[in-house]
């Protein structure tokens, strides 16, 4: 009996290795498609058009815009989706790092729900002011702040998302206060910041810099600890404020249980598109710096980036619910 049940074990393993062969050698076979957890025009949405018009896969990527709830609506949805990497996530530090520690109630795990693919790139937030807020520094807009406490509003789009966390530490590291306005995305924050509706925001670089040339808003500082080559006459935050530092990132996912043999074979192909020169060039032009993983490198990277904010998160006394 104990021999039967062995050989049934070992024909089940057989069983499920071939079939998730045969799922891979027939991967894809209809349209993949690319869950970006915010609206149209950011950063990562960005990065999924670029993958889609630049993909080689023999099936279409459709990029899916699904905002709302700092990022976990659209990442729910490819949580919870099949396990046969027709349905990705461009995941963000938000959805992936920082909600786990912001919400109270999350609706997936930000691991054990997920298969890791590939970590894109990385870029600082860029720290932005109304024209009409009387700073040109950081120096002095901490200054500002302390003598105008609670005065100053500052906007992200959405709770947990880099932006929201990133003038938490700021706060917690200044001493100073400023009220949270969150939007629906930064398509919505940014009129107001124009318009002085709110005052600050530290948006993302790629989406945050084009306006600052424009001399639409006023960029006063970075968040990484070096200065990014794209805005090399901009300091850091860390300048003045030392020990500061908040990089935003994004790397895509699969949901739980994808096929290894599916994961490398897109890990293959983002390697790729996102090696081409021009692609790459783009990427610096805007403050994103290219930096593409393996499986394996993306699971440890988030792994140290959930505990660095889930420190933050409690130090900040941040929360969204």
Same mark, same amino acid.
């Given at each position: 009996m104990t021999t039967i049940r062995f050989a049934a074990v070992l024909i089940g393993l057989a069983c499920g290795l071939a079939s998730a062969t045969a799922l891979a050698q027939g991967y894809p076979n209809k349209p993949i498609r690319m869950v970006v957890t915010f609206p149209s025009g950011g950063a990562p949405d960005i990065l999924s058009r670029l993958f889609s018009e630049r993909a080689n896969l023999g099936q279409p990527i459709v990029v899916d815009n699904k905002p709302g709830a700092g990022g976990n609506i659209g990442a729910d949805s490819v949580a919870k989706a099949p396990p046969d990497g027709h349905t990705l996530v461009m995941g963000t530090?938000?959805?992936?790092?920082?909600?786990?520690?912001?919400?109270?109630?999350?609706?997936?795990?930000?691991?054990?729900?997920f298969t890791p693919v590939a970590h894109i790139a990385s870029a600082p937030n860029l720290l932005?002011?109304?024209?009409?807020?009387?700073?040109?520094?950081?120096?002095?807009?901490?200054?500002?702040?302390?003598?105008?406490?609670?005065?100053?509003?500052?906007?992200?789009?959405?709770?947990?998302?880099?932006?929201?966390?990133?003038?938490?530490?700021?706060?917690s590291l200044t001493g100073t206060q400023m009220t949270h306005v969150p939007y629906k995305g930064r398509q919505f924050a940014i009129p107001d910041l124009v318009g002085g509706q709110i005052q600050v925001m530290f948006d993302n670089m790629p989406s945050a810099l084009?306006?600052?040339?424009?001399?639409?808003?006023?960029?006063?500082?970075?968040?990484?600890?070096? +200065?990014?080559? &794209?805005? %090399? =006459? *901009?300091?850091?935050?860390?300048?003045?404020v030392p020990g500061f530092e908040a990089t935003t990132w994004f790397a895509v996912f699969a949901p739980a249980n994808t096929p290894?043999?599916?994961?490398?074979?897109?890990?293959?192909?983002?390697? +790729?598109?996102? &090696?081409? %020169? =021009? *692609?790459?060039?783009?990427?610096?032009?805007?403050?994103?710096e290219p930096w593409i993983s393996t499986p394996e490198e993306l699971a440890r990277y988030q792994g140290d980036e959930i505990v660095k904010w889930a420190r933050v998160v409690k130090d900040s006394g941040a929360k969204a619910d």
């Open positions: 530090v938000g959805t992936h790092s920082i909600n786990g520690a912001l919400y109270s109630k999350m609706p997936y795990d930000m691991v054990k729900d932005v002011v109304t024209n009409s807020l009387p700073v040109k520094t950081v120096q002095e807009l901490v200054a500002y702040l302390k003598s105008n406490p609670d005065k100053v509003s500052f906007g992200s789009p959405g709770i947990g998302t880099s932006v929201h966390v990133s003038a938490e530490l700021f706060k084009p306006m600052a040339r424009e001399g639409k808003i006023r960029a006063l500082a970075q968040t990484t600890t070096r +200065r990014s080559a &794209a805005a %090399p =006459d *901009v300091p850091t935050v860390a300048e003045t290894r043999e599916v994961v490398m074979r897109l890990n293959a192909e983002l390697q +790729r598109v996102f &090696a081409l %020169p =021009d *692609v790459q060039d783009k990427l610096k032009a805007i403050g994103l």
